[in-house]
């Protein structure tokens, strides 16, 4: 366990479209309760975001499937929310809810929040595990800084929790968009914050998760997951040139197209309703893709996992591309099968 030079990791190589010698894999939540080291560090935690707030622990279930399965890099273990925690509007965890914060939905209630600069002091912890690992990471194995998009923030900070249609978000943005607007923007300058504290203690990608950008029509999906995007990526560049940048837009169908032109982002992430055959074609050409097992096939295993998991090399892995899921590895997923699944994408070559 070292820290040592980028140059050699395949994820920053194929990043760069670099060519590599096999595809670098690693999987969205590849820490979590689908490991049972993971579920006693949990146990002794406490409670999620105490999980989240102390170095020891979150260092050390960042490192977890490391260990066992050799990823070819490694997500800081943290969570999108930690964002609106740290501006003043408090987040619980609980038991079989999920996250709960009180809603803020009026700009009253948006006037109460934190200015960005109480950020860094807050989520000073996150940034000391970002630290961390960048010592005790194996040398090939790339760390990778993250934080939820604006819009998708929003629809928590918004609703009070997660939400099947973010119904009470898009109603604030259909009725007073220019007032919702306000909290888009805080968003925007607290996200490249958040980013920028991970990139200075040494996370050297970053990923931004859009999860509901695909609730959104079209015009919505321009001014509020679009041009967020292109701004983050934009104040990134300014302070890291060089830097990284995978994007997550969930659900956004052919809106990917315009949204990986726009954004000049290095990668573009997968969802599982994706078609591989359909984004070698609109979509690698604009740069490196990353994706899209579905988690339920690496539930299932078997043939199935595998045939599929070939599909999507033998269409996506002769360009530039990372192999991952359409969206984060669930609690019920035997270990096994990742270890099978590590071993497929090991082996395959274009």
């Not at 990608?205 to 983050?232: C, H, N, Y």
């Not at 359909?278 to 043939?303: F, Y």
């Amino acid at each position: 366990m070292r820290e040592a030079s980028t140059d050699g990791k395949r994820l920053l190589k194929v990043l760069r479209r670099e060519p590599v010698d096999r595809t670098p894999l690693w999987l969205m939540r590849q820490a979590g309760r689908y490991l049972p080291e993971y579920r006693a560090v949990r146990a002794e935690a406490g409670s999620f975001l105490d999980l989240c707030y102390t170095p020891d622990f979150a260092e050390e279930v960042t490192l977890q499937p490391i260990r066992r399965y050799g990823f070819d890099a490694a997500i800081l273990f943290s969570d999108i929310l930690v964002v609106p925690d740290a501006l003043g509007q408090p987040v619980a965890f609980k038991e079989g809810e999920g996250p709960v914060l009180e809603p803020i939905r009026n700009a009253a209630e948006l006037a109460t929040l934190k200015p960005v600069s109480a950020l860094r002091d807050k989520l000073a912890p996150v940034y000391e595990t970002v630290r961390r690992l960048k010592n005790s990471l194996p040398a090939e194995t790339a760390l990778i800084g993250f934080a939820g998009a604006p819009w998708t923030v929003a629809t928590y900070m918004v609703g009070g929790r997660g939400s099947p249609d973010q119904a009470m978000a898009k109603a604030w943005a259909y009725r007073a968009p220019d007032e919702f607007q306000k909290l888009i923007d805080l968003l925007v300058a607290a996200t490249v914050e958040h980013l920028s504290a991970q990139v200075e203690a040494g996370a050297e990608v970053l990923q931004l998760f859009d999860t509901w950008a695909g609730s959104l029509p079209e015009l919505s999906f321009e001014r509020f997951a679009l041009k967020p995007m292109i701004e983050i990526r934009a104040a990134l560049k300014v302070r890291f040139p060089d830097l990284p940048v995978i994007g997550f837009p969930r659900g956004a169908g052919p809106m990917t197209v315009e949204y990986f032109r726009a954004t000049g982002l290095d990668a573009l992430s997968l969802d599982t309703g994706m078609s591989p055959v359909w984004a070698r074609d609109n979509l690698q050409g604009a740069g490196c893709l990353q994706g899209n097992l579905d988690p339920l096939l690496l539930v299932a295993g078997g043939a199935e996992m595998q045939q599929q998991v070939l599909h999507i090399l033998d269409t996506l892995g002769h360009g530039p591309f990372i192999f991952n899921l359409g969206h984060g590895i669930v609690p019920q997923t035997p270990p096994d099968h990742v270890a099978a699944l590590v071993e497929i994408v090991r082996e395959w070559r274009p």
